[in-house]
């Protein structure tokens, strides 16, 4: 039995498995509620707790006496009806180990069915192939496989974590989604007959047609060329940051080269926050954060590199010189856009996932690995529009970030290219902000 308790991976074997069963709650727990309840029994109709569902399986797994491979799979069934929780349910397997078959059930396919792992082909030849788990079909009748495209996969992950109780429970989800996608891309086969074959067949024809270096190029060029793009050591950005619970609040969004950068919006008081500046911002060594009605709050560690790494992507442009390495995953989407995907290495350390339109080769959005408040580590979305030229450069004057517990607009309605004296930067002053 395996767990995972306080980010670590905990296993019971042998004498450390007493009880031969595993619910919702940790081992412990359960296994505490099971002596104590040794006779405990549950009602499938009814919704009872998870340690009286395992108590339940564990008392059965222990009066369990093999007979024919058919009777044990019909106990492990009948094991199963009893914990279930009634409509929540949505499937149930059976592992036959000995004669290597999957027995499994369905809400809407009650039937048993199995899959005979016998039959399967497991050497790395080729794409992924899966089989609809929810088909109709006769305990007799084989599953039937088809080959796993990016497409299919995408609709699948978009239809689970879309759903409005994956939202409430777990936040948004979807800048995962874009993850799991592009991590897959990096998958190959190691045959020798088949070497570099992707594993997910890509919705796009014609994938990886142009090198990294080719498209960093056209983006350059679409932004307004590497001259105009040099001359720019600095801009100052207004507009209006839109969160979900909270419109129309005036921020304004200031860089300059190499490395510096500050956010700051003025927010009215709310549901979720409190009225006051809302800050964060680098000089290039320190980096700070500043919520409302609270202090100025030097970063450090992780949080620090990950703010001086974001201040040199300036305007939002990737400079070649910048990167140690580049990679086309190929074509795919990104919001609806046919896109080129780009892993990059940039010399601070950080990778990014980077995503250009296949048409205007203009930046639609980035993804990457970020740390929030409390050193937790989420996947951010970033996505790029609306483009406008200001001082001879293309800026995207709407941008949106969104995370598992953030979201994000800022739309900007002016840019003042240079100018800035490094001054700007200067970090306030410790407890500044606080009380407001």
């Given at each position: 039995m395996?767990?995972?308790?306080?980010?670590?991976?905990?296993?019971?074997?042998?004498?450390?498995?007493?009880?031969?069963?595993?619910a919702?709650?940790?081992?412990?727990?359960?296994?505490?509620?099971?002596?104590?309840?040794?006779?405990?029994?549950?009602?499938?109709?009814?919704?009872?707790p998870?340690?009286?569902?395992f108590?339940?399986?564990?008392?059965?797994?222990?009066?369990f006496?093999?007979?024919?491979?058919?009777?044990d799979?019909?106990?492990?069934?009948?094991?199963l009806?009893?914990?279930a929780?009634?409509?929540?349910?949505?499937?149930?397997?059976?592992y036959?180990?000995?004669?290597?078959?999957?027995?499994?059930?369905?809400r809407?396919?009650?039937?048993?069915?199995?899959?005979?792992?016998?039959?399967l082909?497991?050497?790395?030849?080729?794409?992924?192939?899966?089989?609809?788990?929810?088909?109709?079909?006769s305990?007799?009748?084989e599953?039937?496989?088809?080959?796993?495209?990016?497409?299919?996969?995408?609709?699948?992950?978009?239809?689970?974590?879309?759903q409005?109780?994956?939202?409430?429970?777990?936040?948004?989800?979807?800048?995962?989604?874009?993850?799991?996608?592009?991590?897959?891309?990096?998958?190959?086969?190691?045959?020798?007959d088949?070497?570099?074959?992707?594993?997910l067949?890509?919705?796009?024809?014609?994938?990886?047609?142009?090198?990294?270096?080719?498209?960093?190029?056209?983006?350059l060029?679409?932004?307004?060329?590497?001259?105009?793009?040099?001359?720019?050591?600095?801009?100052?950005?207004?507009?209006?940051?839109?969160?979900?619970?909270?419109?129309?609040?005036?921020f304004?969004?200031?860089?300059?080269?190499?490395?510096?950068?500050?956010?700051?919006?003025?927010?009215?008081a709310?549901?979720?926050?409190?009225?006051?500046r809302?800050?964060?911002?680098?000089?290039?060594?320190?980096?700070?954060?500043?919520?409302?009605?609270?202090?100025c709050?030097?970063?450090?560690?992780?949080?620090?590199?990950?703010?001086?790494?974001e201040?040199?992507?300036?305007?939002e442009?990737?400079?070649?010189?910048?990167?140690?390495?580049?990679t086309?995953?190929?074509?795919?989407?990104?919001?609806?856009?046919?896109?080129?995907?780009?892993?990059?290495?940039?010399?601070?350390?950080?990778?990014?996932?980077?995503?250009?339109?296949?048409?205007?080769?203009?930046?639609?959005?980035?993804?990457?690995?970020?740390?929030?408040?409390?050193n937790i580590s989420?996947w951010?979305?970033s996505?790029?529009?609306?483009?406008?030229?200001?001082?001879?450069?293309?800026?995207?004057?709407?941008?949106?970030a969104?995370?598992?517990?953030?979201?994000?607009?800022?739309?900007?309605?002016?840019?003042?290219v240079?100018?800035?004296?490094a001054?700007v930067?200067?970090?306030?002053?410790?407890?500044?902000?606080?009380?407001?």
């Open positions: 395996i767990e995972f308790l306080d980010g670590k991976m905990a296993s019971r074997r042998g004498d450390s498995l007493p009880y031969a069963a595993l919702n709650d940790t081992y412990k727990a359960s296994a505490a509620h099971a002596k104590a309840h040794p006779e405990a029994q549950v009602d499938a109709a009814k919704n009872y998870s340690v009286d569902r108590a339940c399986a564990a008392g059965r797994a222990a009066a006496q093999p007979g024919t491979p058919e009777q799979v019909k106990y492990a069934f009948e094991t009806a009893k914990v929780q009634g409509n929540y349910t949505v499937w149930r397997l059976v036959d180990v000995t004669g290597r078959q999957i027995h499994y059930r369905t809407s396919q009650p039937q048993e069915r199995v899959l005979d792992l016998k039959k082909d497991f050497t790395c030849r080729g794409p992924v192939h899966y089989f609809d788990l929810r088909a109709a079909a305990k007799t009748e599953p039937q496989f088809d080959t796993l495209s990016e497409t299919k996969h995408r609709q699948y992950l978009e239809h689970y974590l879309t409005g109780w994956v939202k409430q429970q777990l936040g948004d989800m979807t800048p995962l989604l874009d993850a799991s996608l592009a991590n897959l891309r990096t998958y190959r086969v190691s045959e020798p088949s070497a570099g074959a992707i594993v067949i890509p919705e796009m024809n014609g994938a990886g047609s142009l090198p990294a270096e080719e498209i960093l190029k056209k983006a060029e679409a932004r307004g060329g590497s001259e105009a793009a040099a001359k720019v050591r600095s801009y100052r950005a207004e507009g209006m940051l839109d969160l979900p619970w909270l419109k129309n609040s005036p304004e969004m200031s860089a300059m080269r190499p490395d510096k950068s500050r956010l700051t919006a003025e927010l009215k709310s549901k979720r926050t409190k009225e006051g809302f800050e964060h911002g680098t000089d290039g060594k320190s980096a700070w954060d500043m919520q409302p009605g609270g202090p709050q030097q970063l450090q560690g992780k949080r620090l590199e990950e703010m001086r790494h201040a040199r992507f300036f305007a442009i990737d400079e070649p010189a910048d990167c140690q390495s580049a086309c995953l190929g074509e795919t989407t990104f919001e609806g856009k046919r896109c080129y995907l780009l892993r990059l290495a940039k010399k601070s350390g950080q990778e990014s996932l980077h995503y250009f339109d296949a048409k205007t080769f203009l930046l639609a959005g980035t993804l990457e690995a970020t740390t929030l408040a409390q989420v951010m979305k996505s790029y529009s609306e483009y406008q030229a200001f001082g001879g450069l293309q800026f995207a004057t709407r941008i949106r969104n995370s598992q517990f953030s979201d994000a607009t800022l739309r900007i309605q002016s840019v003042e240079n100018g800035l004296d001054s930067f200067k970090m306030p002053a410790a407890g500044a902000g606080a009380g407001r």
